[in-house]
């Protein structure tokens, strides 16, 4: 696989860290638990979609784009990142918000992502739920164009084959730190949404000869089609890279019975995760997706579904600053 081939631009902190979680590991009472700290991306707080658009800024520079326009909830993790990296490239950002979120508090609307986009300068345009965000998109690059500007759109997440190209180079990243620190890892378990982190694990995986297994907890769709999502979006990121065939359909598995009653909707199990984390290893992680597949993976080990003897990789996807926007309903 050659990523080299690909336009790219510097914006993470990488490799990003490996660590061992010695007090969960031992409070739970099942296997040895680590964390893939790509939380510490370092661009905006961090976060997974760092790492994507380092690839998709790089197409994006490379096509000569003046303005990029990408789409995500209110909180998205995905367009505080983008909008940081536009910053840092001197692009312009135009974001398309959509509202997710039955009954949002005033704390969710403007704290957390929000209160950051504006402070790098984003342009902000809210949309109800379900709107045809393809159409829409194109719709402001056409205006970017009247304006005598080169827009560059960015799927949510940055989940497509040029986004997910972040995550096969994570995979590579993970399977040498496996081995210089002499671990046998058995799963790596992630947040599954977007599909675009998943799919390229998958195929950054499967691609260099790994037949390590990945389990993603998902954040908002059922399972069957969670795993349709993220199983095409490997076979276009594959058929990209020259290594077709590389991902089966069974490679991709994601349990999505860790949702509640949607998308970003708190859950009692994803608050004692939250809490679990911070309290006994000082980390943060974000009550829509890590939250929720931390609880996921938490709830395997009590079932027995992971146990004493193994070795757990959680994928840390960032997002801490979402936390904010959650301040009125988490129970601490």
Not at 127 to 153: C, N, R, W
Not at 222 to 248: I, K, S, W
């Amino acid at each position: 696989m050659r990523l080299s081939i690909f336009p790219r631009v510097t914006l993470a902190h990488l490799p990003t860290p490996l660590e061992f979680l010695p007090r969960l590991t031992e409070y739970l009472g099942g296997p040895d638990i680590y964390v893939k700290r790509d939380d510490c991306t370092g661009l905006a707080t961090g976060g997974n979609k760092t790492r994507k658009l380092e690839f998709s800024m790089g197409e994006a520079l490379q096509q000569g784009a003046d303005t990029v326009i990408t789409v995500g909830a209110i909180q998205s993790n995905h367009v505080r990142q983008t909008a940081a990296a536009a910053c840092k490239l001197g692009l312009k950002c135009e974001v398309l918000l959509e509202n997710r979120i039955s009954e949002p508090s005033e704390i969710y609307k403007t704290s957390g992502n929000v209160f950051l986009n504006r402070i790098f300068g984003a342009a902000l345009t809210e949309y109800p739920g379900g709107t045809d965000f393809d159409a829409a998109m194109e719709k402001v690059a056409q205006q970017v164009l009247d304006g005598g500007g080169s827009p560059y759109i960015i799927p949510g997440g940055a989940s497509n084959p040029v986004g997910a190209l972040g995550y096969v180079n994570c995979a590579i990243e993970l399977l040498q730190q496996f081995s210089e620190q002499k671990l046998k890892i058995d799963t790596i378990v992630t947040a599954t949404g977007s599909a675009g982190t998943h799919a390229g694990l998958a195929v950054g995986l499967r691609g260099s000869d790994s037949d390590l297994p990945i389990l993603g907890f998902g954040v908002n769709a059922p399972a069957d089609v969670q795993e349709e999502r993220v199983y095409d979006l490997a076979v276009e990121t594959a058929n990209m890279l020259g290594v077709a065939d590389c991902v089966e359909r069974e490679d991709i598995v994601a349990d999505c019975n860790y949702i509640g009653s949607g998308y970003g909707e708190p859950t009692d199990s994803m608050n004692e995760a939250v809490v679990m984390l911070a309290r006994l290893e000082g980390l943060l992680f974000d009550p829509v997706y890590s939250g929720k597949a931390l609880a996921g993976m938490i709830d395997y080990v009590r079932q027995g579904r992971f146990t004493k003897g193994q070795k757990i990789v959680f994928l840390h996807t960032g997002g801490s600053a979402g936390l904010f926007a959650y301040a009125d309903t988490l129970q601490l």
